[in-house]
T-cell receptor, first 114, second 112 residues
Framework: SAVISQKPSRDICQRGTSLTIQCQVDSQVTMMFWYRQQPGQSLTLIATANQGSEATYESGFVIDKFPISRPNLTFSTLTVSNLSPEDSSIYLC???????????FGPGTRLTVL | GENVEQHPSTLSVQEGDSAVIKCTYS??????FPWYKQELGKRPQLIIDIRSNVGEKKDQRIAVTLNKTAKHFSLHITETQPEDSAVYFCAASKGGGFKTIFGAGTRLFVKA
């Protein structure tokens, strides 16, 4: 399986600011995803990061709030914009390699908004 | 829409006992069913998966069963140990480019 890293591992931000989270995979992968996991909750898919095109967002998530980039097959960023305390959560990136359905997760970024 | 229901939400067992977690999926086209274990503060880790052409799969103390007709699948952990304590998520996918739908999770406590 590909090794997935995320930066930062945690951050504390002021409301109204933005945080960009980076996700790096050590091999080329077909699909990359961004999830949010609120305390004690399940994994909620924010969007699928598409290489070379706009991300595909799930219901309830919009590009203005969660802009995503994927400039190549091994890297993606998620920005959480105009932060409010409700955005405090863990954000995880995930990958799926072509030809398999197996999905692996990065270590997550714990965001606290004050 | 697609949905995966998971039960129970919390499960407490004595060390050495078995634990069973059950999931139901709504989309009959789903053909891939992974299970993830998430320890506190850690990422979800894939522990076992099963495809729709197989009814059961085992890996040491862990087994997963699938009933396609009833759209049920279950995780069985035998001879539980304290290190099995974690949150377990079931999931379902139609494979390929389709997204994975996760259950709500089961918090398993194994008492020594």
């Amino acid at each position: 399986s590909a090794v997935i890293s995320q930066k930062p591992s945690r951050d504390i931000c002021q409301r109204g600011t933005s945080l960009t989270i980076q996700c790096q995979v050590d091999s080329q992968v077909t699909m990359m995803f961004w999830y949010r996991q609120q305390p004690g909750q399940s994994l909620t898919l924010i969007a699928t990061a598409n290489q070379g095109s706009e991300a595909t967002y799930e219901s309830g998530f919009v590009i203005d709030k969660f802009p995503i980039s994927r400039p190549n097959l091994t890297f993606s960023t998620l920005t959480v914009s105009n932060l409010s305390p409700e955005d405090s959560s863990i954000y995880l990136c995930s990958d799926k390699t072509g030809g398999t359905d197996t999905q692996y997760f990065g270590p997550g970024t714990r965001l606290t908004v004050l | 829409g697609e949905n995966v229901e998971q039960h129970p939400s919390t499960l407490s067992v004595q060390e050495g006992d078995s634990a069973v977690i059950k999931c139901t999926y709504s989309d009959s086209a789903s053909n891939y069913f992974p299970w993830y274990k998430q320890e506190l503060g850690k990422r979800p880790q894939l522990i076992i998966d099963i495809r729709s052409n197989v009814g059961e799969k085992k890996d040491q103390r862990i087994a997963v069963t699938l009933n396609k007709t009833a759209k049920h699948f279950s995780l069985h952990i035998t001879e539980t140990q304290p290190e099995d304590s974690a949150v377990y998520f079931c999931a379902a996918s139609k494979g390929g480019g389709f997204k994975t739908i996760f259950g709500a999770g089961t918090r398993l406590f194994v008492k020594a």
